[in-house]
């Protein structure tokens, strides 16, 4: 067996269905801080290592895979945008007890716990098994393409 264990998804910073501009931009930070480091990967890179684990299991059965591209925290994330897009994130303020009513608490949950806790991710284990692996900063300037629709 192989665990792929994907953390924070940079989707989160887009994704309609994630309540961007209240959830990311808003209400994790207020949380969890703005300055905490946040290990992030791409959806399509979960994608690809998970596809390369079932292509190559001998360099990954029994192992237990927690998944980053990059470490940077909500701040640093914001001014990526910024330094790509021209402009900040959208951002929406909302109370927690609000946005817990529309979600529920897991999220804010996890971003509570992740104002103390310690992860011990290094993203060149994601890197190893996919060197393409984006960074935020690549990811930002994917959203901008034509094909994202952006």
Known sequence: MTVLRPMAFMELMTHKDFFPAVSTWHVMPKLMGEDRPVAWLAVED????????????????G?????????????????????????????????TWMFERIAGSDLTTMWRWLRTAHLDVDPQVTRE???????????????????AGY
Not at 71 to 86: H, M, N, P
Not at 129 to 147: E, F, K, M, Y
Request: net charge positive; with cysteine.
């Open 63 to 95: 192992a237990e895979l927690k998944l980053a591209a990059d470490l940077r925290s909500i701040g640093q994330c914001r001014e990526l945008w910024r330094v790509k897009t021209g402009r900040a994130p959208g951002s929406f303020p909302m109370p």
């Open 46 to 61: 979960l994608g690809a290592i998970a596809a390369r684990a079932f292509a190559e299991p001998e360099r990954v059965v």
């Open 129 to 147: 098994l996919l060197p393409t692996a984006l960074n935020v900063g690549d990811w930002i300037n994917r959203q901008r393409s034509p094909a």
